[in-house]
């Protein structure tokens, strides 16, 4: 059984740019959830996929967006990338929701100069 | 609305000596509560759960929780530190489930240190 797998795990990126994160749901899990860890801060949910539809968002603006893809994997798009969006983003998969827990990935470092 | 405060945000402990890390929250329905750990440059590992079954809930590497309603609060324990223990945890509140949104809220963590 595979776990979650984030790519890529490092990148730099200037401001303004746009930039895709990806990440594979561990095998039987139909749900993706995004948190964005700051340094020195606990994870901020981003928002929740659930076969294939968004269920759930936190308090991000509709600069950040994402997708499920069928086979479930999941892809975080930030546009018009900020200094502020420096940061650790975690993809976060799981059977129904959150039913069982969830299982993270080990993250994507980003760094936005 | 839910909330959870970690009371401590760093904690050093010797080897071999107990690990209390303290967690209280707020919500207004029974909730979902876990700690999960996160090694330097690594993702975050599930330690524990609880989700209204037992109050005193066992995890992994010897750490244990017990959950608390009249003091809402959920400590995480452990009765001997290991080196290895060092790391960030994390305190969190959740409603998985049918009507789950998928928000896990995360406390602000609380860094272990674990002297020789």
């Known amino acids: 059984e595979t776990g979650v797998t984030q790519s890529p795990t490092h990148l730099i990126k200037t401001r303004g740019q746009q930039v895709t994160l990806r990440c594979s749901s561990q095998?039987?899990?139909?749900?993706v959830s995004w948190y964005q860890q700051a340094l020195g801060q606990g994870p901020q949910f981003i928002f929740q996929?659930?076969?294939?539809?968004?269920?759930g968002r936190g308090n991000f603006p509709p600069r950040f967006s994402g997708l499920q893809f069928p086979n479930y994997s999941s892809e975080l798009n930030v546009n018009a990338l900020e200094l502020d969006d420096s940061a650790l983003y975690l993809c976060a998969s799981s059977w129904d929701r959150g039913s069982y827990g969830y299982t993270f990935g080990s993250g994507t470092r980003l760094t936005v100069v | 609305a839910q909330s959870v405060t970690q009371l401590d945000s760093h904690v050093s402990v010797s080897e071999g000596t107990p690990v209390l890390l303290r967690c209280n929250y707020s919500s207004s329905y029974s909730p979902s509560l876990f700690w999960y750990v996160q090694h330097p440059n690594k993702g975050l590992q599930l330690l524990l759960k609880?989700?209204?079954?037992?109050?005193l809930v066992k995890g992994i590497n010897g750490f244990e929780a017990e959950f608390k309603k009249s003091e809402t609060s959920f400590h995480l324990t452990k009765p001997s530190a290991h080196m290895s223990d060092a790391a960030e945890y994390f305190c969190?509140?959740?409603?998985?489930?049918?009507?789950?949104?998928?928000?896990?809220?995360f406390g602000q963590g609380t860094t272990l240190q674990v002297k020789p």
């Open positions: 969190v509140v959740g409603s998985p489930g049918s009507s789950n949104t998928g928000k896990l809220i």
């Open positions: 996929y659930y076969r294939e539809e968004e269920n």
């Open positions: 609880y989700t209204s079954a037992a109050t």
């Open positions: 095998s039987g899990h139909n749900t």
